[in-house]
């Protein structure tokens, strides 16, 4: 042992027990090259990323619906998109428990078994609404999905130009003159990863666009179906005589009508008119005259109401009005300043020699009971309609001017 060797142990010998010697201090990773920072990047997206709007999330209910039609290979028409959104809301749970009981049975969802669970659910009288209202469900799902697929879309862009860019660096910069073989490789390496991501990325970028231009194409479809079902759905819901609703609408804007009396206390009321002897007016003037006149009362009742309230022809010479939020009183005005109208109104004589007598109606008016079944609330405005007709036609009666014990056995 060398002299410096022992003065080194008698130096270690002096320190005090309790003193903890340093370990050496551990080497720190190098930091990443910037080809690989810049890749990094590229792949996962550590650089900043635009910011970009809120988008509302996809109805959970439509998308169930649309995975369910996948899930039993059932094709998405409007009917079977009916069925089973209606299935999922719960709002039929008799529609829900047959549904069920298919599925427990085993059977097959074709297109006839779908379009006969509709039938009988459904029926004809609200199909052409029905259809119409899944064809816009599905519209709206096909443009959230659109959605989804551009923002995919810019996403894969965004990438794919950065690793175009990095790319286009590597090649560019070639392998340094006299470089460590070991870096060499590992940049090849890295060209042949990058040149894969590129192909991969490039491939991404065309099953977007094509995925982009079928639901592009599909949309279009479906708007052109639904114009379609709205166009039926017009002829559907309108007196072809007249042009103004039908009873069918007029029943369901009664329903609605007191559905939101319900819920939000809302008070409505209805009247019923009647075309004072229309038969002796068809007799005297023919039954072309006798067109002209139902025409000229279902125009001026649909002028004279406001946007929501509804005009409708409930069958022959009798009409039928719904006037959202207005109690009986404001009803029995409009009803005077109605019958007012179309007594004013005149009709061409059509060639005749003599000119044609005025158009008078007769009206009766009643408000809504919360709660009571709509035939009831349909019964008192009829009965004030026949008393209006016993005290002469050409007037209104309320239900408050009226006793109500039935309806009068005999018709005037």
Do not use: W
Request: proline fraction near 6%.
């Amino acid at each position: 042992m060398t002299q410096q060797e022992r003065t080194g142990r008698r130096a270690g010998d002096a320190r005090s027990p309790n003193t903890v010697t340093p370990a050496p201090a551990s080497r720190k990773p190098p930091p990443p090259s910037g080809v690989m920072r810049r890749l990094s990047n590229a792949l996962f997206g550590s650089e900043p990323e635009p910011v970009r709007p809120v988008r509302p999330p996809i109805d959970p209910l439509l998308d169930g619906t649309v995975t369910m039609l996948t899930a039993l290979g059932i094709k998405p028409t409007p009917q079977a998109y009916t069925v089973f959104h209606t299935h999922l809301s719960g709002e039929r749970p008799e529609l829900s428990a047959y549904v069920e009981a298919c599925k427990s049975r085993g059977e097959r969802f074709t297109g006839a078994r779908v379009a006969e669970i509709f039938e009988r659910f459904f029926g004809a009288e609200v199909e052409s609404m029905a259809v119409y209202e899944a064809s816009r469900n599905v519209e709206r799902l096909l443009a959230a999905l659109q959605d989804e697929i551009e923002t995919a879309g810019a996403d894969t862009a965004s990438h794919g130009d950065r690793i175009d860019r990095l790319n286009d660096e590597l090649r560019a910069q070639g392998d340094p003159k006299n470089a460590d073989p070991k870096s060499v490789e590992k940049t090849s390496e890295i060209r042949r990863i990058v040149a894969g991501i590129v192909a991969e990325t490039s491939s991404m970028r065309m099953s977007i666009a094509k995925l982009e231009r079928r639901v592009v194409h599909g949309a279009a479809e479906i708007a052109d179906l639904r114009d379609d079902l709205e166009r039926v759905q017009r002829e559907a819901n309108a007196d072809p005589l007249t042009g103004i609703a039908n009873r069918k609408v007029l029943e369901l804007e009664l329903k609605r009508a007191a559905k939101a009396a319900v819920d939000e206390g809302k008070a409505f009321s209805v009247m019923m008119i009647d075309v004072d002897h229309f038969k002796r007016f068809n007799d005297d003037y023919g039954h072309q005259i006798g067109d002209d006149a139902l025409r000229l009362v279902a125009k001026t009742l649909a002028e004279g109401i406001k946007g929501r309230d509804l005009a409708a022809r409930f069958g022959g010479e009798e009409f039928g009005l719904v006037l959202v939020e207005t109690p009986v009183d404001g009803a029995v005005a409009l009803a005077g300043r109605l019958r007012e109208s179309i007594a004013a109104a005149r009709l061409a004589t059509g060639g005749l020699a003599a000119p044609v007598r005025p158009v008078t109606v007769s009206i009766g008016v009643a408000q809504y009971r919360r709660g009571e079944p709509l035939e009831r609330l349909i019964g008192r405005a009829d009965r004030a309609l026949y008393r209006a007709k016993e005290l002469g036609r050409d007037r209104v009666v309320s239900e408050r001017d009226i006793e109500i014990h039935g309806r009068p056995k005999a018709e005037v």
